[in-house]
């Protein structure tokens, strides 16, 4: 069975409320910059980034989905820092 002292019992209402309030200010920017790089025609700038090299419609969208997720994952460093440091 596992035991919690009265310590930790009394820290995890504080924590879960930090966690809650934080993911909601990422969610809530992740949210923005979507709609920011939608309304801004980021998906045809990024498509013909991926059509420029010149390969065929396969690699082509392999070269446009590694783009979208390397553009995602660098604007989640900020906040990785923030949580985890």
């Known amino acids: 069975m596992l035991k919690i002292d009265g310590e930790k019992h009394a820290k995890a209402p504080k924590y879960l409320k930090v966690n809650t309030k934080f993911s909601l200010v990422s969610s809530t920017f992740f949210l923005i910059a979507q709609i920011v790089f939608i309304v801004s025609g980021g998906f045809n700038y990024i498509n013909t980034i991926?059509?420029?090299?010149?390969?065929?419609?396969?690699?082509?969208g392999?070269?446009?989905?590694?783009?979208?997720?390397?553009?995602f994952e660098i604007l989640k460093?900020?906040?990785?820092?923030?949580?985890?440091l």
Not at 50 to 60: C, E, P, Q, T, W
Not at 62 to 71: E, Q, V
């Open 50 to 60: 991926a059509v420029s090299f010149g390969f065929g419609y396969i690699l082509a």
């Open 77 to 84: 460093i900020p906040f990785w820092l923030i949580l985890y």
């Open 62 to 71: 392999l070269i446009f989905t590694g783009i979208l997720l390397l553009a």
